[in-house]
């Protein structure tokens, strides 16, 4: 303790040399007191500017201004998110173009989340192979009245996703799937007619007879005309099969004005063309298109042909096919140039998206295949993998598309049971109320026509003593109304 004045307090010390001379004893207090605050102030001084340093070190270490830092802090208003996850999608599923792999994608992606799917209303895959899709072919779809406003995104009419194949009709998918992003997917024209020829088996359709060292192709370019009109199913698949798909007729396939003009058209309605050849890097579009997470658009090959089913195209059999297919040839050109122009757009960071992505492939596919089994379909000549890692995880990823519109198909089979078992029991519950009502102002009327000799007066009406005990019978009988929030709802079927 310092204190310093003329009544001096001794500090401890300074209790031996207080005796011997009271001048250097004050003198000597003095000192020791200075030193003292001197070395409290230091040591309070470098707690603060320790303090005070440190985020200034950090941001210096990094490259960073301390002060812009401070100063983005009290400028940048609240951070909103960039995007939000696309949940209204369209996928127009063309043959033999990868479609299968793109369509789990999406199934896996809304059926997790519990998102509405239009789906065949007949049991099949497929909406229908040989007209314009109509929104009468949609599962549980209801004609209502529609208000187009997009600028407002308030729709909450309609399905979210569309992922089987259908012949592309805009105005009729719009119907279904409201404000929806669309997607397609194309293949190079050779490739995909070969594979659609073995797919169809359009060589035994058309009689077409060979030699052990014949190929089939090449016997049905010597007369293509014949052999097509032996074709039935499949037949829209014979010539500019992806070109038919995208709502173009076939009767425009020889002009080339319509041809161009339908590309232009798909250009403006198409938000993204996949290249199966690119197949990756048109995930990675699909992505950023979407707002989609890296792991919403991982896959593992399900079908894949076995190799005794592939034909050799030489390069004479190759131009035939192009020849053949010249307006798949345009649109699969002009798309393909339109993918590379996005690609571009994108920027640097595509490519490290692109390397991380087939990173993450390489890893889920060791991890769910592990202990698969390979089952062969000998009417497609296809190899189907089976799952052999049962986690949620895996068995979501290689779930075919089929099993994903069955699993939709019942969940949506089990949603319409229980709104027609609780309207259903609503409606009864209301007639047998409005039976008892019924029988209680009977009974009134007829208990207002009995004059009986020993009466009462409440709430200023004469009632006789009869009728109140008659009275409270009935009302005992009578229940509450019944409504849907008050109905519970009825289990699984």
């Known amino acids: 303790?310092?204190?310093?004045?003329?009544?001096?307090?001794?500090?401890?010390?300074?209790?031996?040399?207080?005796?011997?001379?009271?001048?250097?004893?004050?003198?000597?207090?003095?000192?020791?007191?200075?030193?003292a605050a001197m070395f409290s102030l230091v040591f309070t001084l470098s707690i603060y500017l320790s303090m005070k340093q440190m985020p200034l070190v950090f941001y210096q270490t990094h490259n960073i201004s301390f002060e812009n830092v401070q100063l983005a802090r009290t400028l940048e208003p609240p951070r909103e998110p960039l995007c939000s996850p696309a949940q209204r999608i369209v996928f127009l599923k063309t043959h033999k173009?990868?479609?299968?792999s793109i369509g789990t994608i999406l199934q896996r992606y809304g059926y997790t989340r519990n998102l509405s799917f239009a789906i065949p209303a007949k049991d099949t895959p497929v909406f229908h192979c040989c007209r314009y899709f109509k929104r009468t072919d949609v599962y549980q779809y209801t004609e209502q009245?529609?208000?187009?406003?997009?600028?407002f995104g308030n729709q909450t009419w309609g399905f979210n996703m569309m992922t089987s194949h259908a012949v592309y009709s805009r105005p009729e998918m719009d119907a279904v799937v409201p404000d929806g992003l669309y997607v397609t997917s194309l293949r190079n024209p050779v490739d995909q007619f070969e594979s659609a020829f073995v797919y169809f088996d359009m060589m035994k359709q058309a009689k077409i007879t060979t030699n052990?060292?014949?190929?089939?192709?090449?016997?049905?370019?010597?007369?293509?005309?014949?052999?097509?009109?032996?074709?039935?199913?499949?037949?829209?698949?014979?010539q500019n099969g992806q070109m038919y798909d995208l709502g173009f007729q076939s009767q425009y396939f020889s002009d080339p004005f319509y041809i161009r003009y339908k590309i232009r058209q798909l250009e403006r309605e198409f938000d993204l063309v996949i290249i199966k050849e690119y197949f990756d890097e048109s995930l990675i579009l699909?992505?950023?298109?979407?707002?989609?997470?890296?792991?919403?658009?991982?896959?593992?090959?399900?079908?894949?042909r076995d190799s005794g089913f592939r034909y050799n195209i030489s390069e004479n059999l190759r131009q035939n096919i192009r020849e053949w297919n010249h307006a798949d040839v345009l649109l699969y050109e002009h798309f393909n140039r339109t993918l590379w122009r996005k690609i571009e757009?994108?920027?640097?960071?595509?490519?490290?998206?692109?390397?991380?992505?087939?990173?993450?492939?390489?890893?889920?596919?060791?991890?769910?295949?592990?202990?698969?089994?390979?089952?062969?379909?000998?009417?497609?000549?296809?190899n189907i993998i089976r799952l052999g890692n049962k986690t949620?995880?895996?068995?979501?990823?290689?779930?075919?598309?089929?099993?994903?519109?069955a699993l939709i198909r019942k969940r949506m089979q089990v949603k319409e049971w229980r709104n027609t078992k609780r309207n259903t029991s609503i409606s009864d519950l209301n007639s047998k109320q409005q039976t008892v009502k019924g029988n209680i102002n009977s009974t009134?009327?007829?208990?207002?026509?009995?004059?009986?000799?020993?009466?009462?007066?409440?709430?200023?009406?004469?009632?006789?003593?009869?009728?109140?005990?008659?009275?409270?019978?009935?009302?005992?009988?009578?229940?509450?109304?019944?409504?849907?929030?008050?109905?519970?709802?009825?289990?699984?079927?």
């Not at 500090?11 to 030193?35: A, G, K, N, W, Y």
């Not at 089939?216 to 199913?233: A, D, G, M, Q």
């Not at 699909?286 to 894949?304: A, G, T």
């Not at 000799?453 to 009578?478: A, E, H, L, Y």
Request: charged share 30%.
């Open 1 to 35: 303790m310092c204190t310093i004045n003329n009544e001096t307090t001794i500090m401890p010390s300074d209790r031996e040399s207080h005796h011997s001379s009271p001048t250097s004893t004050l003198f000597t207090r003095q000192v020791s007191c200075s030193i």
């Open 97 to 100: 173009t990868a479609g299968t």
């Open 145 to 151: 009245e529609v208000q187009f406003e997009p600028e």
């Open 212 to 238: 052990n060292n014949t190929n089939p192709l090449s016997v049905f370019f010597t007369n293509p005309e014949k052999y097509r009109k032996r074709i039935r199913y499949g037949e829209k698949q014979v």
């Open 286 to 304: 699909m992505k950023k298109l979407f707002c989609w997470e890296m792991d919403d658009i991982l896959y593992i090959p399900k079908r894949i």
């Open 345 to 382: 757009e994108y920027g640097a960071e595509f490519w490290q998206e692109l390397d991380a992505f087939r990173r993450r492939i390489v890893d889920v596919t060791s991890l769910c295949e592990a202990g698969s089994q390979i089952i062969k379909d000998n009417v497609h000549h296809m």
């Open 392 to 405: 949620n995880f895996c068995r979501n990823l290689l779930r075919m598309d089929g099993e994903y519109t």
């Open 444 to 493: 009134k009327s007829k208990l207002s026509t009995n004059n009986s000799p020993i009466s009462d007066t409440m709430n200023g009406k004469r009632i006789t003593r009869v009728r109140k005990k008659i009275f409270k019978k009935i009302v005992k009988k009578i229940k509450k109304p019944v409504t849907k929030a008050g109905y519970k709802a009825v289990g699984k079927p």
